[in-house]
């Protein structure tokens, strides 16, 4: 004890402290901590001099500090002492490490450690701090630096928390007891290993009477066996978790569950009524929905569907029972074409069962799964459209019969009990061409037109009853009439055929094979017959050979064919049909010579021989006249614009009057002779023409004769003008002659000129009025202004 007491060491001295809470004084067991030296190299030698000296260590004991110090003094939290230090002040206490200075605080004198903050364990459990005992002379180590735990120690000041919650779960209705619904789980941030400030006890405290939980594991589980959803769906629990083991003090906390009831299927389909009635029309259609029942389900989702079923009644081929699967109604449908007649059977009967589509067998037990129900029909009467006996009837009648023929006939009847007079007419819309008619009250339909088989094979018509007592019910009924063919046509070439043949060809040589077409369709197919026409028998070029195949080849009879003499041959050829009666036609056969190379391939050919296949004589005659006009009208465009016909004074006038005396066709007439030389027929010829050829006589508009005489001078007038256009190669590409009679002088009809229809007397005999007319008429003015008195007749050309 004396040796311990003559040892120069740092003891700790521990001031056990005692909460108001009750703890008791704690028994704290000293441990041996290392040693930490952190001073200078001469710090280190005098500390090592007084271990060799000493021998002695620091010697350390926990410090323990309660949470959540409320005092307004700081804390105190225990003492540090050195057996060197003599109590003279000359020993220094030096603190470092987590929370110096600004948790924990030192007295460096005494050596007396308090906490300056409150202390939560919750966000930091310990603290480590590092002791130093220095001279306060030569600030050197008196004792080698050592460290030290302070412990925060626990107080129960959290409650238990629900991190999971609100919790939602769901158990099927008919759950035995003690089924696991869900589990719930409570946290608590006190130290579960200190006391019992996290220890938590779990209890229930709304939704006991039907589920309960389990203290330590906060399982929640059923506590009844008879939860049934149709009764509640739903179920609101409240958990309380509480830590001090439940006992009075601790603190709790609470979550909710929402516990939701799942569906079995423990209900059967129930028919809300024992029997139904209902009433449908006779004239419902097929297919329509006449009734509608429901059986009710209790359960929800796929329990609740329903099958449907007739198992018995008068009415089990009429109608059908589906069920509606967004309803689960069952529809009720009539099954058959005018099933339902009221004159016939006016009520039905119908047994129909449901049942659940899924069966949970664990709840047979309670009963069948089905219901029966009673359903009755009742007919109404209603008024019905006459009803054909067929709604589709089929006659036929040949091409060659006369208008009037009759087909046939179609019967029609009031079905209600009025029985009404039923009359038949055609619908117009189905025979646009009134080919046939109808007897009105017989209902004998007759061809009304000639029917021609190659036009339409079969005609299909709609007949309409109509009730005579009630015009809007109507019935109609489909009537197909076929059209026999009869031998009204006669054969010809199937094609245009392009029949060539070589200079060098010999005899007997097949140059073409042809075939033919007939627009009637006999029973037994064609049989056409070829043959060449009388006329032609003697032709010493072609003959024909019939192939008895409906084809018939065209053979060279002789050698020596010239293009250049003879380029086209033409052969007729009579095709004949094996009807009755036996009709025929001719048919042309031209064949074009063509010079040929030694393999009998066409080099030249005359015409239009060698145009391409499709294109026949004619076609090609037509496009050489349309290829040499377009060449002429071109050369004579060109020369119409180096040689113009009009003096360059008189180019732009298009108004001509010329006087004489016979009244013509009016301004009709200026297309059909040149209108300038019978407005200059003082003027001299132009160059390179004859005036004798170009000028009328004199007196075909100064000297006026005899009716004979003046007719005959414009004939030949107008045929000389006619030849100068043909021989005029600058005129257009075509001639236009105008005809006209003699009106003469007196005429019953007047004069036909609207300048004579003038009441001014110098009208009749001058021009001078056209001044009074304005600048439009003064060069008609100028130019005819000299020819007063002339003829009476007045013609005006543009």
Same mark, same amino acid.
């Given at each position: 004890?004396?040796?311990?007491?003559?040892?120069?060491?740092?003891?700790?001295?521990?001031?056990?402290?005692w909460?108001?809470?009750?703890y008791?004084m704690m028994?704290?067991?000293?441990?041996?901590?290392?040693q930490?030296?952190?001073?200078?190299?001469?710090?280190?030698?005098?500390v090592?001099?007084?271990?060799?000296?000493?021998?002695?260590?620091?010697?350390?004991?926990?410090? #323990?500090?309660?949470?959540? %110090?409320?005092?307004?003094?700081?804390?105190?939290?225990?003492?540090?002492?050195?057996?060197?230090?003599?109590?003279?002040?000359q020993?220094?206490?030096?603190?470092?490490?987590?929370?110096?200075?600004?948790?924990?605080?030192?007295?460096?004198?005494?050596?007396d450690? +308090?906490?300056?903050?409150r202390?939560?364990?919750?966000?930091?459990?310990y603290?480590?701090?590092?002791?130093?005992?220095?001279?306060?002379?030569?600030?050197?180590?008196?004792?080698?630096?050592?460290?030290?735990?302070?412990?925060?120690?626990d107080?129960?000041?959290n409650?238990?928390? #629900?991190?999971?919650?609100?919790?939602?779960?769901?158990?099927?209705?008919?759950?035995?007891?003690?089924?696991?619904?869900?589990?719930?789980?409570?946290? !608590?941030?006190?130290?579960?290993?200190y006391?019992?400030?996290?220890?938590?006890?779990?209890?229930?405290?709304?939704?006991?009477?039907? #589920?309960?939980?389990?203290?330590?594991?906060?399982?929640?589980?059923?506590?009844?066996?008879d939860?049934?959803?149709?009764?509640?769906?739903?179920?609101?629990?409240?958990?309380?978790?509480?830590?001090?083991?439940?006992q009075?003090?601790?603190? *709790?906390?609470?979550?909710?569950?929402?516990?939701?009831?799942?569906?079995?299927?423990?209900?059967?389909?129930?028919?809300?009524?024992? &029997? %139904?009635?209902?009433?449908? =029309?006779e004239?419902?259609?097929?297919?329509?929905?006449?009734?509608?029942?429901?059986?009710?389900?209790?359960?929800?989702?796929?329990?609740?569907?329903?099958?449907?079923?007739?198992?018995?009644?008068?009415?089990?081929?009429?109608?059908?029972?589906?069920?509606?699967?967004?309803t689960?109604?069952?529809?009720?449908?009539?099954h058959?074409?005018l099933?339902?007649?009221?004159?016939?059977?006016?009520?039905?009967t119908?047994?129909?069962?449901?049942?659940?589509?899924?069966?949970?067998?664990?709840?047979?037990s309670?009963?069948?799964f089905?219901?029966?129900?009673?359903?009755?029909?009742?007919?109404?009467?209603?008024?019905?459209?006459?009803?054909?006996?067929?709604?589709?009837?089929?006659?036929?009648? *040949?091409?060659?019969? =006369?208008?009037?023929?009759?087909?046939?006939?179609?019967?029609?009847h009031?079905?209600?009990? &009025?029985?009404?007079?039923?009359?038949?007419?055609?619908?117009r819309?189905? !025979?646009?061409?009134?080919?046939?008619?109808?007897?009105? *009250?017989?209902?004998?339909?007759?061809?009304?037109?000639?029917?021609?088989?190659?036009?339409?094979?079969?005609?299909n018509?709609?007949?309409?009853?109509?009730?005579?007592?009630?015009?809007?019910?109507?019935?109609?009924?489909?009537?197909?009439?076929?059209?026999?063919?009869?031998n009204?046509?006669?054969?010809s070439?199937?094609?245009?055929?392009?029949?060539?043949?070589?200079?060098?060809?010999?005899?007997?040589?097949?140059?073409?094979t042809?075939?033919?077409?007939?627009?009637?369709?006999?029973?037994?197919? +064609?049989?056409?017959?070829?043959?060449?026409?009388?006329?032609?028998a003697?032709?010493?070029?072609?003959t024909?050979?019939?192939?008895?195949?409906?084809?018939?080849s065209?053979l060279t009879?002789?050698?020596?064919?010239?293009?250049?003499?003879?380029?086209? +041959?033409?052969?007729?050829?009579?095709?004949?049909?094996?009807?009755?009666?036996?009709?025929?036609?001719?048919?042309?056969?031209?064949?074009?010579?063509?010079?040929?190379?030694?393999?009998?391939?066409?080099?030249?050919? &005359?015409?239009g021989?060698?145009?391409?296949?499709?294109?026949?004589?004619?076609?090609?005659?037509?496009?050489?006249?349309?290829?040499?006009?377009?060449?002429?009208?071109?050369?004579?465009?060109?020369?119409?614009?180096?040689?113009?016909?009009l003096?360059?004074?008189?180019?732009?006038?298009?108004?001509?009057?010329?006087?004489?005396?016979?009244?013509?066709?009016?301004?009709?007439?200026?297309?059909? #002779?040149d209108?300038?030389?019978?407005? +200059?027929?003082?003027?001299?010829? =132009?160059?390179?023409?004859?005036?004798?050829?170009?000028?009328p =006589?004199?007196?075909?508009?100064?000297?006026?004769?005899?009716?004979?005489?003046?007719?005959?001078?414009f004939?030949?007038?107008?045929?000389?003008?006619?030849?100068?256009?043909?021989?005029?190669?600058?005129?257009?590409?075509? !001639?236009s002659?105008?005809?006209?009679?003699?009106?003469?002088?007196?005429?019953?009809?007047?004069?036909?000129?609207?300048? &004579?229809?003038? *009441?001014?007397?110098?009208?009749?005999?001058?021009?001078?009025?056209?001044?009074e007319?304005?600048?439009?008429?003064?060069?008609?003015?100028?130019?005819?202004?000299?020819?007063?008195?002339?003829?009476?007749?007045?013609?005006?050309g543009?």
């Amino acid at each position: 004890m004396n040796g311990l007491c003559s040892l120069s060491a740092l003891s700790m001295f521990l001031l056990v402290l005692w909460a108001e809470s009750g703890y008791g004084m704690m028994t704290l067991n000293s441990v041996l901590l290392p040693q930490v030296s952190s001073g200078g190299q001469g710090e280190r030698a005098g500390v090592q001099s007084h271990l060799r000296r000493r021998r002695r260590s620091w010697v350390w004991n926990q410090f #323990f500090i309660l949470e959540e %110090y409320v005092g307004d003094e700081p804390l105190y939290v225990g003492k540090l002492h050195s057996d060197v230090d003599k109590g003279d002040g000359q020993v220094r206490y030096i603190l470092s490490g987590e929370g110096a200075k600004s948790i924990f605080s030192i007295d460096e004198d005494t050596g007396d450690i +308090h906490a300056i903050r409150r202390l939560d364990r919750e966000q930091q459990a310990y603290y480590t701090l590092r002791a130093q005992a220095r001279d306060r002379s030569t600030n050197l180590l008196v004792e080698p630096e050592s460290q030290f735990i302070i412990k925060v120690q626990d107080i129960n000041d959290n409650e238990p928390r #629900f991190l999971d919650g609100p919790y939602t779960a769901q158990v099927a209705e008919c759950s035995p007891v003690g089924t696991s619904v869900v589990t719930v789980v409570a946290t !608590d941030a006190d130290d579960p290993t200190y006391g019992n400030s996290a220890r938590l006890v779990y209890s229930i405290l709304q939704g006991q009477t039907h #589920f309960s939980v389990e203290p330590k594991t906060g399982v929640v589980r059923t506590a009844v066996p008879d939860l049934d959803r149709e009764v509640q769906e739903h179920y609101l629990l409240v958990i309380q978790a509480k830590d001090m083991m439940g006992q009075m003090g601790g603190l *709790s906390g609470t979550t909710s569950v929402t516990v939701t009831i799942t569906d079995v299927n423990d209900n059967p389909p129930r028919f809300p009524r024992k &029997s %139904y009635q209902f009433s449908l =029309p006779e004239a419902a259609l097929v297919s329509s929905v006449v009734a509608k029942i429901k059986a009710v389900d209790l359960d929800v989702g796929p329990n609740t569907e329903v099958d449907y079923k007739i198992l018995d009644g008068d009415g089990l081929g009429t109608f059908r029972i589906l069920c509606d699967p967004d309803t689960q109604e069952g529809l009720v449908i009539l099954h058959k074409v005018l099933a339902v007649d009221f004159e016939a059977k006016s009520s039905y009967t119908l047994r129909v069962e449901a049942s659940n589509r899924y069966v949970d067998t664990r709840y047979l037990s309670a009963g069948p799964f089905s219901d029966v129900v009673m359903v009755r029909l009742l007919v109404e009467n209603v008024d019905e459209p006459p009803v054909f006996s067929a709604s589709i009837s089929r006659m036929a009648v *040949s091409e060659a019969a =006369p208008v009037g023929t009759d087909l046939g006939s179609v019967s029609a009847h009031d079905p209600d009990a &009025s029985n009404s007079p039923v009359r038949y007419s055609i619908d117009r819309q189905t !025979d646009l061409q009134r080919y046939f008619d109808i007897d009105s *009250s017989s209902g004998v339909i007759r061809t009304n037109r000639r029917l021609d088989r190659e036009l339409s094979v079969l005609h299909n018509i709609t007949v309409v009853a109509t009730e005579t007592l009630d015009p809007s019910q109507v019935g109609k009924a489909v009537v197909l009439v076929s059209v026999a063919d009869v031998n009204d046509n006669a054969p010809s070439f199937a094609v245009d055929y392009q029949t060539f043949v070589c200079e060098n060809a010999q005899p007997g040589q097949v140059v073409e094979t042809v075939s033919a077409v007939d627009p009637d369709k006999p029973e037994n197919g +064609h049989q056409f017959l070829f043959s060449v026409s009388t006329e032609a028998a003697g032709n010493l070029s072609f003959t024909l050979r019939d192939n008895n195949d409906n084809t018939a080849s065209v053979l060279t009879r002789r050698a020596g064919f010239v293009r250049r003499e003879r380029p086209l +041959h033409f052969l007729p050829v009579v095709i004949s049909d094996g009807g009755v009666p036996s009709l025929s036609s001719t048919n042309t056969l031209t064949v074009t010579v063509c010079d040929c190379d030694v393999h009998g391939n066409h080099q030249h050919c &005359s015409q239009g021989a060698e145009l391409p296949d499709g294109l026949g004589t004619s076609t090609a005659v037509l496009l050489t006249c349309i290829l040499l006009g377009v060449v002429m009208v071109t050369i004579a465009m060109n020369r119409r614009r180096a040689e113009p016909l009009l003096i360059d004074d008189e180019r732009d006038i298009r108004e001509n009057i010329v006087c004489y005396d016979d009244e013509g066709g009016g301004e009709e007439d200026t297309e059909a #002779f040149d209108m300038f030389a019978l407005r +200059h027929l003082n003027q001299t010829q =132009p160059a390179g023409r004859d005036a004798a050829e170009l000028l009328p =006589p004199p007196s075909l508009t100064r000297n006026p004769g005899p009716h004979k005489d003046k007719n005959r001078l414009f004939q030949e007038f107008i045929r000389d003008r006619l030849k100068e256009a043909g021989l005029d190669p600058t005129a257009p590409p075509y !001639d236009s002659l105008q005809t006209y009679a003699f009106e003469g002088r007196g005429s019953a009809t007047q004069s036909l000129s609207s300048l &004579s229809s003038l *009441s001014s007397l110098e009208s009749e005999q001058g021009y001078e009025f056209l001044r009074e007319w304005g600048p439009s008429f003064r060069k008609l003015a100028d130019l005819y202004g000299h020819h007063e008195g002339g003829g009476r007749g007045v013609a005006s050309g543009v």
